[in-house]
């Protein structure tokens, strides 16, 4: 009797370990084979010789050659550059500068918070078409100044090729910034308000305490938003297509957008496919040693 009943409860344990991961496999299976399943595929078509449909010939580099010889290509990739440089800064710094306004314990403070994250609940669509629709030269601000009696104002960045990839930076440093502040802003309220009060009571001013104290307190908050926007932009794709459509010409392409139209409208899947590989490796150049370095400093 004691045997079977220490039978019992040793089957019960074993059920018991198991039973989560019954249950998480299936979603584990799937998960691996939709997510790193298709990166693998991706990267064989990207040495493959596919253009309108998968072809598993075996070509090399051919593809990753043809991509660096086109033209288009090295225009995403400077699009890339002013696009992701001027997103990065200038999202964190307007999200700097309205979490250090929020830190003041002004009023309404909840208010204004709900305010400045609203851009960010709303997709990159919402917010293309809603920009494409105030920079429009016959919709938006040009028509609107003009009907003010401003009749030689003009800004006509969307139709201008120089300065279209501007007008996609303008889109995505409003929808972002909240996001950044919020980010700033628990960092500020995070810092022990002691320092704040020693500095003060050393004579330092309030803008001499956020720069010298504060603001280098922020570092850790600063390299996570850095690899979050980081990652917003290299991806960018949704965004572009309702703001410009990669247009005038392929003045604002992105290597997404890029990548979507060799792909899926020029019928040239294994280039598409070595922009996605390209893409990719520059993701994981930017991810990787962040996640390496979070779990070093865990352990």
Do not use: C
């Amino acid at each position: 009797m004691s045997a079977v009943s220490a039978a019992a409860p040793s089957a019960r344990a074993r059920f018991e370990h198991w039973l989560p991961r019954l249950v998480l496999a299936p979603s584990f299976v799937l998960s691996f084979l939709f997510i790193y399943g298709l990166i693998a595929w991706n990267g064989y078509l990207s040495v493959s010789a596919s253009r309108l449909l998968p072809n598993y010939e075996f070509v090399g580099l051919e593809q990753y050659g043809i991509l660096f010889e086109s033209e288009r290509w090295w225009v995403a990739l400077k699009n890339l550059a002013i696009f992701g440089s001027l997103f990065i800064g200038g999202a964190m710094a307007v999200g700097l500068l309205l979490a250090i306004l929020l830190d003041q314990k002004i009023r309404a403070e909840g208010l204004l918070r709900t305010i400045y994250l609203y851009p960010m609940a709303l997709s990159f669509i919402v917010t293309g078409t809603a920009w494409k629709w105030i920079l429009n030269p016959g919709l938006g601000v040009e028509h609107l100044m003009q009907g003010w009696g401003f009749t030689n104002f003009k800004f006509e960045w969307l139709i201008d090729p120089d300065m279209a990839i501007y007008t996609v930076v303008i889109a995505g440093v409003w929808q972002s910034a909240g996001f950044v502040m919020a980010l700033f802003l628990a960092g500020l309220r995070g810092i022990d308000e002691s320092i704040i009060k020693a500095a003060q009571i050393d004579g330092a001013s309030l803008p001499r305490i956020y720069w010298r104290i504060l603001i280098p307190s922020l570092r850790p908050v600063f390299f996570s938003t850095l690899m979050v926007l980081a990652h917003i932009a290299i991806k960018s794709f949704d965004l572009v297509m309702a703001l410009t459509a990669g247009g005038p010409g392929f003045a604002t392409d992105l290597p997404a957008t890029f990548m979507y139209t060799m792909a899926f409208t020029r019928g040239q899947i294994g280039l598409g496919a070595a922009s996605a590989t390209v893409m990719l490796a520059t993701v994981a150049a930017i991810v990787v040693p962040y996640l390496y370095s979070e779990l070093r400093a865990k352990r």
